[in-house]
């Protein structure tokens, strides 16, 4: 479980330093504060030999395209827009460190092209070429300060190219954003890997907790994908999508814990798609699975109810699972504020506001 974690240079964040990360965080504070890049930082981190690394923030923010330049590709990841001050991001575990170090570089490529020659006739080359200036992003890898691997994400003629050579990340790692809008197809799959493995009745058990009437739930084929459908006693069986966006979140998020042993799942605005009712047996449901798969769950959240859910949700034993960062912005910087479980209750208890 990762123990603390900073942050340099990434977005607002000039330098931050997040300690008492429990098997439970959450992570509160007013807009603009970082909260989301947070997750984001410590997704790209474990997030290695992807291409699309620099743009999954921008897809998950709502972003559909962009175009294809080093500006909007890369410069919106860095502090103040800056590429030229690199980014450094730290994680402990145990005594044990990983970090990994980004920086924005301009190199000449000496290769000159042949101009398009006709078959059966001899390539020519212009004698007048100039190298080409070639931008790219390096991005070093390190366990314990020693140097573990790096990659090269180079932008191309109309294309980005990664070239790696590190370790695999210590863990693996799952973001379920703020809308609630899900891939379907993508849940389908995992819900595969967990029934072949026998694991899918305690998703259904954890699924009535919003839909009482879940019978069962199963993956039907549509051509090349399959969806997962489930029976509420109708005369026909539905698509989970079509029972709701709560029930559809709260899928996504234990399909994400059950695969992701030993990992950690992040999730953004947590409260989104339900009713504060259920809140508590949802909470209890999520940490229950947390600790059966020893996954890690860090979560944003504007909501007071889910901080009071988890005290009431959690056994007092438990409550240890639990910590709460309040993150705020003060001129330059942003400084966080760790509650535990006990803090955080006698704070709800008189209504502190520590949204």
């Given at each position: 479980m990762i123990d603390s974690f900073s942050i340099k240079g990434f977005k607002q964040f000039t330098d931050l330093f997040l300690q008492g990360l429990k098997p439970i965080t959450l992570i509160g504070g007013k807009n603009n504060t970082g909260k989301t890049t947070v997750l984001e930082a410590l997704f790209m981190l474990y997030d290695r030999g992807n291409a699309g690394v620099t743009m999954r923030h921008l897809f998950w923010r709502g972003v559909g395209s962009i175009p294809l330049?080093?500006?909007?590709?890369?410069?919106?990841?860095f502090r103040s827009y800056d590429m030229n001050k690199p980014i450094e991001m730290k994680i402990c575990e145990n005594g044990i460190t990983e970090k990994i170090?980004?920086?924005?570089?301009?190199e000449f490529k000496t290769l000159l092209s042949a101009s398009p020659f006709e078959k059966g006739s001899?390539?020519?080359i212009e004698t007048g070429q100039r190298?080409?200036?070639t931008e790219f992003l390096e991005f070093r890898y390190f366990a314990n300060d020693k140097k573990t691997g790096e990659s090269f994400l180079t932008l191309g003629d109309r294309k980005l190219d990664m070239?790696?050579?590190f370790s695999k990340p210590s863990k693996k790692i799952a973001f379920i954003g703020s809308g609630l809008h899900h891939n379907s197809v993508e849940d389908s799959v995992l819900f595969g890997q967990l029934d072949?493995?026998?694991h899918t009745e305690k998703i259904t058990e954890v699924l009535k907790i919003i839909e009482p009437n879940l019978k069962s739930l199963r993956t039907i084929s549509h051509g090349e994908h399959a969806l997962i459908y489930g029976d509420i006693g109708l005369q026909r069986k539905i698509p989970v999508a079509h029972m709701g966006g709560g029930v559809a979140k709260v899928l996504s998020i234990f399909l994400s814990i059950a695969t992701n042993a030993g990992g950690i799942v992040l999730i953004d605005e947590i409260e989104n798609g339900w009713h504060y009712s259920c809140l508590p047996n949802i909470l209890k449901a999520i940490h229950k699975m947390a600790k059966e798969y020893n996954c890690q769950i860090i979560a944003?959240?504007?909501?007071?109810?889910?901080?009071?859910?988890?005290?009431?949700?959690?056994?007092?034993e438990d409550l240890s699972d639990l910590a709460y960062i309040r993150l705020d912005k003060t001129k330059e910087r942003i400084k966080p504020h760790v509650y535990e479980a006990r803090m955080l209750a006698a704070a709800l208890e008189r209504r502190w506001e520590i949204r």
């Open positions: 330049n080093p500006d909007s590709l890369w410069s919106p990841i170090e980004i920086e924005h570089k301009n001899l390539p020519k190298p080409l200036m070239q790696y050579s072949i493995q026998g944003t959240t504007h909501s007071y109810e889910i901080g009071q859910s988890l005290i009431k949700g959690l056994s007092p």
